[in-house]
């Protein structure tokens, strides 16, 4: 008798999902990955610092860009040349991924920080979202802002009387900026995870984040370095995103004297992305400080 009655329940859910449109109980509307979901996390994400787009994007690019200014002021009197260029040209596309990375940082640590402040932190856990799938959505978005970001101070540094901004190897530039971008939002994440307060935040910024994009060749290249503060410098991840992007503008960059290096640099980047991804999602699965 049970299992006649299971069998015309079958049959009655099977025939009220054809003529209604939806879906027999148990079985799932969504298969593998949650692209609606996905998208819209995202969007909303790319809303929320686009509706401030004054303090997201165009402040920061106003602010690096006040770095060239004071900087080729100051060092590039006298035609002083670095890699074969002036010194305003070399230090553009350092200055161009850093404020790419420290944006992409700022927005990826501020989601679920605020969340947890302001007591929202469930709009992020309940809907039918994976970690991975949430972690994707919020790291895209952060990657966005940081592209709009580079986008504009290359805009804003092409005006700026000597300063050349030719692209010599254009897949160095997208994937040092990529990769740049995907690492800092991967720390922030982790970093938005850990934190209790915004404090703790502007620690982790002030700390590390500010101390590492500034310490890692943005404005010299580390041959002008004693050799112990050079291997401390080649310890410093940032170190070969700035140089590599840099050297899809010039064609050269301090790593090493053969494109084989940048090369070499450009993998280790994705795997060590690969390993601070595997970190965040195993950290979001494991609930640490959010769902407990």
């Known amino acids: 008798m049970a299992d006649q009655s299971n069998s015309t329940d079958a049959a009655l859910s099977g025939a009220l999902s054809a003529t209604s449109g939806f879906r027999a109980k148990g079985e799932p509307a ?13 969007m909303k994400e790319v809303r929320r610092f686009f509706k401030v787009q004054t303090q997201t994007i165009w402040a920061p690019a106003i602010t690096t860009l006040l770095f060239l200014v004071i900087f080729s ?44 402040i302001q007591g929202t932190i469930i709009d992020y856990l309940m809907p039918p979202l994976s970690e991975g799938e949430l972690m994707a959505a919020m790291t895209a978005a952060a990657v966005t802002r940081a592209i709009l970001v580079g986008l504009a101070l290359y805009l804003a540094m092409s005006f700026w009387p000597g300063v050349d901004l ?26 938005s995870i850990w934190a209790e307060k915004f404090d703790h935040n502007a620690a982790i910024t002030n700390f590390i984040v500010a101390p590492l994009s500034l310490l890692s060749g943005t404005f010299y290249v580390i041959d002008n370095l004693a050799p112990a503060f050079q291997a401390i410098s080649r310890l410093n991840p940032f170190f070969y995103i700035i140089s590599g992007f840099r050297f899809g503008f010039l064609g050269r960059s301090d790593i090493g004297d053969t494109n084989l290096a940048v090369l070499h640099s450009a993998i280790g980047l994705l795997g060590l992305n690969v390993a601070l991804g595997m970190v965040a999602y195993a950290v979001l699965r494991s609930g640490w400080k959010i769902k407990s």
């Open 30 to 42: 969504i298969h593998r990955i949650n692209w609606v979901g996905l998208w819209t996390l995202y």
């Open 73 to 116: 002021v100051a060092l590039g009197r006298g035609g002083r040349e670095v890699l074969g260029v002036n010194f305003a040209t070399f230090v553009a596309p350092g200055l161009i991924v850093m404020g790419m990375m420290q944006n992409a940082f700022a927005n990826a640590s501020f989601s679920f920080l605020s969340g947890k």
């Open 166 to 191: 030719s692209l010599a190897h254009f897949w160095a530039v997208v994937w040092f900026g990529l990769m740049g971008a995907i690492f800092l939002s991967l720390l922030g994440l982790l970093s």
